[in-house]
Structure formats: structure tokens, C-alpha cells
């Protein structure tokens, strides 16, 4: 009997997905992963053996390379069949060294979708592992292990409270901290927009805006009084076809922004859910910058835009990739099968990112939609002022019958055009309804989202397609920058008004500075950014970090050695290290002065959990974040420190009145707990007393047990209840049937949005943990615990032993194999 050919991919999903397609006479097995990397607890490259990396097994791998190895051994070709990028590359070339596979009769296949006759023709066209591709993953991974384990050290030295600093990732706080100090610093200025409703003789609605801004109120009323009793005619009518052509298919960043824009769905979630589709089969690699669709692709596009719409619907085209340094040819993100609309039994977040894709990919060879622009001018009598009014109309929906491209959350709409306009003639008399002038005022740039960083970063050149998702995510985690709301202020807005021929004043309001699930500078992020834009400034540099990533395209492409870039690199940097670490002075706490009692000096800085203090001695007190740290006074630092005040006893606790960073709040201490409760604002934490500190505390325990009973905070799109309850083990907000944990102080102020959120990051920290399931019983899962992986059926726990080998056996198998987890209650002690 011939000796089976063996498949490594990186993926179990992955490998289950194939072995549908292949005979017997293959094994398809994953490495899930790397195998290899740097070590954790040392630099791991001997930089002056030609930046000579040490790679070492990573822990848990030991056991699958094990198995790995004695099927290889038993195989007659071996068929490295990992991701077509350079990461996918770098995994397959670490498997052959660390198995010690034969060459001859091992192989690398790749392929950019998962589907039968992708896979046949993958094998039956085999390459070589590509080492330009492999040096452009090391070079980067050895360049980023330099820069952060050299740097991090100087930074936490210098920088107090700072986390790990990175390459890539400075230079996307740099990004938002610049943002956000252009916004801090914008001076809004003043127009006035005049604009008016008219209605024709047989009452139909004309809008329209004067065809210039006002500078200011007096302009605004030179103009409405120069209106008061004229009449007003149509002077001219313009009217010209347009059209509107369909976006091209998803390319990684587009595919981000446009889930985000949709759905709010964070970078990583989108990335996470695109990985399951593209292994389970449904849609093509999805670490791509290519626009561009193959002939099979176009083909099959264009028998169900046939099909569905017809004929006239379809255009077929070729998009071009427009991104510099795009990398691999891979297709654009695309269905594998056109013909599948929806997913069955997949996740509700995976059927829409799906859906999308498939609409967009669809939609890209569809026909442009036609439309009707109308421009009407329309002429005062005895007034030299003009208004316009502009219409459109679909003459042919095209691309728009499946498609719509929703308009950019980060744009403010100025457009004063109507859907349709009424039928009008040259001469023809309109009556005015309402005129008036409204003051308006400039807005400042628009803090990042998730996905317009994105769109930053890809503009200026920085980053890949397979490392945007790690780059947001890891300046979230490292508290560089947080993602979270605004709720805005209030600010007054003149209207002047036509009335009875006279101009009469009235006052609206509106919300400025609102945000939803923008990207905020915390102050580590400002004090990091501006230390290394002082003393490293090549590192946060936007055109040298888009030079480097050139350079790694370079190698990729065989135009370039990976050590000759990693030494003009690394020269320079290790001498401006040197000299920062002799020169620079540490920043993050700074000398107030001298406390007048005691003659102590008044410190102020940050803490290594990035909260604010104030100290004095060994005494230490926190401070609200909305203080700045380069603006704090020392009689403000001396204020602080006289904090937590004790304010005395109640119902033998201590009552006690204290400031974190989100401000003044009391707490009761008992032998039972602590409660909690904010300060009402007017109330001065330094003289309120101990009454007035009780009354409060009772009111805000009342209010939280009232809420808790009767709270219900919304429904889901899929008509889920969610409520914020306590149990015992604490507060929660419950989702339908499942539960997460919330603290205390969000049980009054959660949000339906940031339940869900809270429900979502829950569903992804247990789908990472899952590396098997089973079809026979969808309640039952393999999953990585702690030490090892298990299995899950319903409630119940399973231990497997050591090394069984999961992946093959049926759920029955594990079963047999497996011991029964002891229940966590029945170690307590009966009463």
C-alpha cells in the first residue's frame, strides 16, 4: 500500500476544511501556528554574528511537532500548505527546519482560496519555499524585536508609567496624539448660511441656499433685509446626466473600514471573523491589497448578476491595485462560491461580514447607476443675491440594487441638494415659505476611528495588510490609546428669521464634541510620543517607518539582503541610544515645589498603572485625569493631598471621601464590603460632611437597587432583552440567556452599545480557546484550558490525557478516552 502524502496548514479549521476535498490518499494536519519564534526572556538575535536570529520551540508546540515528525517520516510527500504570505511563508520554512524535512519530497502549495479545484491545483503545481519571502518576515521580526527590547527599557527609565514601546505602533499614536492637539488647539470660525423653502404655484416644495456664506450676523441681515418683500423666479434650469460606478471588490483595509463604518465592528473582530470564513471555505485569503478579480472569478460574477438582475445589470471589469508596494498577488476578497448568498449555522456577526462581502465583490461588476443632476437658479427681484437648488434622480439603480455605499461617519454632509425637484420652467414665479440665516461654525478634524486610521496608515505607507489589525490592537492594549465615546456640550446657535417683513432673532442649541468609539490619547500616549519625537524622531518619523516598509517589500522581491537593511538600520539607532540614555532627562514627574508647613517638596507624575498622583514624602494621593500634568499648581497638589479625608463613623464603618482619576467619590467601608457612590458636583470634597456624605451614599444604594430591579437597557437587533442585575458574585448585565461580568460603577451608567460590546469581546476570548468542533454534536468542543486542552459537552468538563490526539478521533473516542473534571462544588464542606 502507498504511503499516504501529508498536508501541514497552520490551522485546525483549516484542516478540517481540506480534508473534505482530499481522497485517502492524504493527511492533512496543523501546526496551529508558529512553531518557532524569538525567545520570550532575552533579546534572541546576535547582532554581531550578522543579526543571526536564535529561534527556540514554542512551549506548548512540543507535542504536535512530535506527531508531526512521525507522520513525515511515514509520508511520501510532504505538502507545506500554510497561508500565501510572508508570514504563512516564514511558518512553512520553520516547520521544514525544525522537522528536518527531507527536501526531496517535501513541497510548498499555496493557494488563495479553499475550495476543491483550488486545492488540486495548488498540488498539482508545487514550488520550493520562497526565502525572499521568509528574510522579509524575518527582517521585520528581528527589526521590531531590536527597536522594542532596546527602547522599552530606555522609555520605562525615562517615561514613568510607560509601557513596552514599539516601532510601528509609536507611529500610529503619533497619529492620533497630533490629532488630537489639532484639535485642542482648532479655533472655530464663524458663517452664516442663508437658505430658504419655496413652494411653486401648485404647492410643491423647492429648497434652496444662497450661493455664498455670510462672515457674520450683520452680513447675514444686510442680505434678509435686501429679501424682505421681493418676489423670486426661476432664472435658469441646468440639467445633465451622471452616473455613479460601482467601488471596487474588498481589499484588507477596505474590508476593516466598511465593518466598521456598518456594523461598529472593531479591527480585530473583523480580522478574527474574515480568518473563519476564509478557512471554513466561503470567501478567498483575506490579507490582501489587490483590487483585481481572476478570470474564473469574473466569470462566475457575471452569471449571477445575470441570473438575479439581468443582463443590463452586468458590466464586467478589472479593477486596478492602486496601493503603493502592494505585496503578493493575491485576488481581492471575494465569495469562493457566487452562487452562496447567506451562511447557514454561522454566527450572526459572520452572516453580515459574509454578506457584505459577497454584495461588494458582486456589485464591482455590476453597471454604474445613471442619474439626472438638476441645478436651478432662482433670482430675487431687484437683488442682485442668487439661490441654488440642485436634485438628482436614479434614471437606472445599476450597482445600487444590491450595493450602497454608506457615507463616511468622519464627513459632515454640506450638501443642500433634495432627492427630486418639482417640474420647473424657465420664468416661472416661487413663493417663499421661510428664509433664514443660521450661524454655523467650523468644525475641527475628526478624531480616528478604528478603520479611518486604518486608512491613514495605509495612505502613508505604513503597515500591510497583515499587520494593521495587530497595530490597532496593540495600542489599545498597551494603554497608548483608548477607544470610548464623548458625550459633547451644548453651545447656543443665532438664527436670524424672515417674518412679517421684519427679521426676528431666535436661539437653537446644538451638541458639539460628541464621539462614538473614537480613538483618544491617554497621557502616557502624549508623554511617550513626545519623548520619542524628541530623542528618537527617525522611530515616529511617517516618511522613514513608510522608507522601512519599502525595504521589506525590497527583500520580498529579491532586491535587497535582509542584513544589509538591518544594519543601516540598526547603527544609527544604537548611537542615539547611547546618547539618550547619558543625556536625557526623565519625564512624567516633575518638582512642584516646597510644601510651606513642612518644608517637604510637592511632587506630581504618572504611576505605573498610568494614573495620576500628587506627593509629598511618603505621603501620596491620586488625582483626577482631566487634570494636565505640565499645567498642576502646587496650591492645587497641596489641595489633593489631604486626601482620602476620613469623615467618621456610620453604622460601624468608616466613611471616607477620596479622588481617583475620574474625580471625587465617598466610600463606606464595612466588615462586609465597600460601597461606593460619586460626589455630586457643587459639593466640595474638602468641607462636605459626614451627614451629607451618608445621605448621599443611602440615596445612591437605593437608587442602584431600584435600577437593578427595573433596569432594562435594550433589546439586540435579533430581539435579545438586556438588563443589569446583581448576583452573587456580583453585578452583571445579562444578554438573553447568557451573563457578563460588569463592576460597580457601571451598573447604573452601562449603555446597550457597551453591553453588547462587553458580550462580543466575551464570544471572542472563548472562540480563540476552541480548537475543535465537533458535527455530530455542536454542543461539544475541544478547548485550550490553562495546562491543556479538553473537552466541553454542554456544562460538562472532559480531561483528555496527554498527547491524545483530538484532532482525528470522533467525539465518541474522546469520550472513551476521557475522565470525567470533578465538579467545582463538590470539594466544599457541608454545614
Not at 122 to 140: E, G, H, K, S, T
Not at 449 to 458: C, I, N
Request: proline share 5%; with cysteine; net charge neutral.
Amino acid at each position: 500500500m502507498p504511503a499516504r502524502d501529508l498536508v501541514i496548514v497552520e490551522s485546525p479549521t483549516k484542516a478540517r476544511t481540506i480534508r473534505r476535498f482530499l481522497g485517502d490518499g492524504y493527511t492533512v494536519e496543523s501546526s496551529q501556528g508558529h512553531v518557532r519564534d524569538l525567545p520570550e526572556d532575552k533579546l534572541g538575535v546576535e547582532i554581531e554574528k550578522g543579526f543571526q536570529p536564535t529561534y527556540i520551540v514554542i512551549a506548548d508546540r512540543e507535542p504536535i511537532l512530535q506527531r508531526l515528525r512521525k507522520l513525515a517520516s511515514e509520508a511520501g510527500t510532504i505538502l507545506l500548505a500554510t497561508d500565501e504570505d510572508r508570514e504563512g511563508e516564514a511558518i512553512a520554512w520553520h516547520l521544514a527546519e525544525v522537522l528536518k524535512l527531507d527536501q526531496a519530497k517535501t513541497k510548498r502549495i499555496v493557494f488563495h482560496e479553499i475550495t476543491r479545484s483550488a486545492i488540486e491545483r495548488a498540488i498539482a503545481n508545487p514550488r520550493n519555499i520562497d526565502m525572499n519571502l521568509v528574510n522579509a518576515q524575518q527582517a521585520r521580526r528581528i527589526l521590531d524585536r531590536l527597536v522594542g527590547y532596546k527602547l522599552s527599557p530606555l522609555v520605562w527609565r525615562k517615561v514613568a508609567g510607560a509601557p513596552s514601546a514599539g516601532r510601528v505602533q509609536s507611529v500610529a499614536v503619533r497619529l492620533i496624539v497630533e490629532r488630537e492637539r489639532e484639535i485642542e488647539s482648532f479655533v472655530p470660525t464663524e458663517q452664516y448660511r442663508l437658505r430658504g423653502r419655496f413652494r411653486t404655484a401648485k404647492g410643491e416644495l423647492v429648497r434652496a441656499e444662497l450661493d455664498r456664506r455670510l462672515d457674520d450676523a450683520e452680513a447675514a441681515r444686510a442680505v434678509l433685509s435686501k429679501l424682505i418683500g421681493a418676489t423670486f423666479t426661476v432664472e435658469s434650469l441646468q440639467t445633465k446626466p451622471g452616473k455613479k460606478s460601482p467601488p471596487p471588490p474588498f481589499t484588507t483595509s477596505t474590508l476593516q473600514q466598511e465593518a466598521s463604518r456598518r456594523f461598529g465592528m472593531p479591527i480585530r473582530v473583523t480580522m478574527q471573523i474574515a480568518q473563519q470564513l476564509y478557512e471554513s471555505g466561503y470567501i478567498t485569503y483575506m490579507r490582501t491589497d489587490s483590487v483585481t478579480l481572476s478570470e474564473e472569478a469574473l466569470a462566475a460574477a457575471g452569471e449571477t448578476i445575470v441570473e438575479l438582475f439581468g443582463k443590463r445589470y452586468h458590466n464586467r471589469r478589472q479593477y486596478q491595485t492602486k496601493v503603493a508596494n502592494a505585496q503578493e498577488a493575491h485576488e481581492a476578497i471575494r465569495p469562493t462560491d457566487f452562487s452562496r448568498r447567506t451562511l447557514d449555522g454561522e454566527s450572526r456577526q459572520a452572516q453580515q461580514l459574509y454578506e457584505l462581502i459577497w454584495k461588494r465583490a458582486l456589485a464591482s461588476q455590476m453597471s454604474d447607476a445613471e442619474l439626472e443632476r438638476t441645478i436651478v437658479t432662482i433670482a430675487p427681484s431687484h437683488n442682485e443675491e442668487r439661490f441654488i437648488a440642485e436634485g438628482e434622480v436614479i434614471t437606472f439603480d445599476g450597482f445600487l440594487r444590491l450595493y450602497s455605499d454608506q457615507r463616511d461617519e468622519d464627513t459632515e454632509s454640506e450638501d443642500p441638494s433634495q432627492a427630486t425637484l418639482p417640474s420647473l420652467a424657465v420664468g416661472e414665479q416661487l413663493f417663499p415659505e421661510d428664509l433664514w440665516a443660521r450661524q454655523t461654525f467650523s468644525r475641527p478634524p475628526a478624531r480616528y476611528t478604528e478603520a479611518s486610521l486604518v486608512r491613514k496608515l495605509e495612505e502613508l505607507g505604513i503597515g500591510r495588510p497583515s499587520t494593521y489589525a495587530t497595530i490597532i490592537g496593540r495600542i489599545q492594549e498597551r494603554g497608548y490609546v483608548e477607544r470610548r465615546s464623548a458625550d459633547g456640550t451644548t453651545r447656543d446657535i443665532q438664527v436670524l428669521r424672515l417674518r412679517d417683513g421684519a427679521i426676528v432673532e431666535e436661539t437653537e442649541t446644538e451638541v458639539v464634541g460628541a464621539e462614538r468609539n473614537k480613538l483618544f490619547p491617554t497621557a502616557i500616549g502624549n508623554l511617550v510620543t513626545d519623548f520619542l519625537t524628541e530623542h528618537f524622531p527617525d522611530i515616529v518619523d511617517y516618511q522613514f517607518t513608510a522608507t522601512v516598509e519599502e525595504q521589506f517589500d525590497q527583500i520580498a522581491r529579491g532586491e535587497l539582503y535582509w542584513q544589509t537593511m538591518l544594519e543601516s538600520f540598526y547603527k544609527p539607532f544604537e548611537q542615539r541610544l547611547g546618547q539618550v540614555i547619558a543625556t536625557a532627562p526623565s519625564v512624567g514627574r516633575r518638582m512642584l515645589g516646597k510644601d510651606p508647613e513642612t518644608g517637604e517638596d510637592v511632587y506630581v507624575g504618572i504611576n505605573r498603572y498610568q494614573r495620576f498622583y500628587v506627593q509629598r514624602g511618603d505621603r501620596f494621593a491620586n488625582i483626577p485625569s482631566a487634570e494636565q500634568l505640565d499645567a498642576l499648581t502646587l496650591d492645587r497638589a497641596l489641595y489633593y493631598l489631604q486626601f482620602p479625608r476620613v469623615l467618621g463613623q456610620h453604622k460601624g464603618g468608616q466613611v471616607v471621601v477620596a479622588f481617583n482619576d475620574r474625580g471625587p467619590y465617598l466610600e463606606w467601608r464595612t466588615e462586609t464590603g465597600r460601597r461606593f457612590a460619586s460626589l455630586p458636583a457643587g459639593l466640595d470634597p474638602a468641607t462636605i460632611e459626614l451627614g451629607d456624605a451618608v445621605s448621599i451614599l443611602e440615596h445612591a444604594e437605593s437608587n442602584a437597587q431600584e435600577r437593578v430591579r427595573t433596569r432594562n437597557i435594550g433589546t439586540t437587533p435579533d430581539g435579545k432583552h438586556v438588563a443589569v442585575g446583581v448576583g452573587r458574585y456580583g453585578p452583571y448585565v445579562r444578554i438573553g440567556d447568557e451573563f457578563v461580568s460588569i463592576t460597580a460603577d457601571q451598573i447604573e451608567t452601562i449603555t446597550l452599545e457597551q453591553a453588547l460590546r462587553l458580550l462580543e469581546e466575551k464570544h471572542q476570548q472563548q472562540e480563540r480557546r476552541i480548537l475543535r468542533r465537533f458535527e455530530e454534536n455542536p454542543k461539544a468542543l475541544i478547548v485550550q484550558g490553562k495546562s491543556k486542552p479538553y473537552l466541553q459537552v454542554g456544562r460538562k468538563i472532559y480531561w483528555l490525557p496527554d498527547g491524545a490526539n483530538y484532532e482525528q478521533l470522533s467525539l465518541d473516542e474522546c469520550l472513551a478516552i476521557a475522565t470525567p473534571a470533578k465538579s467545582r462544588h463538590t470539594s466544599r464542606r457541608k454545614k
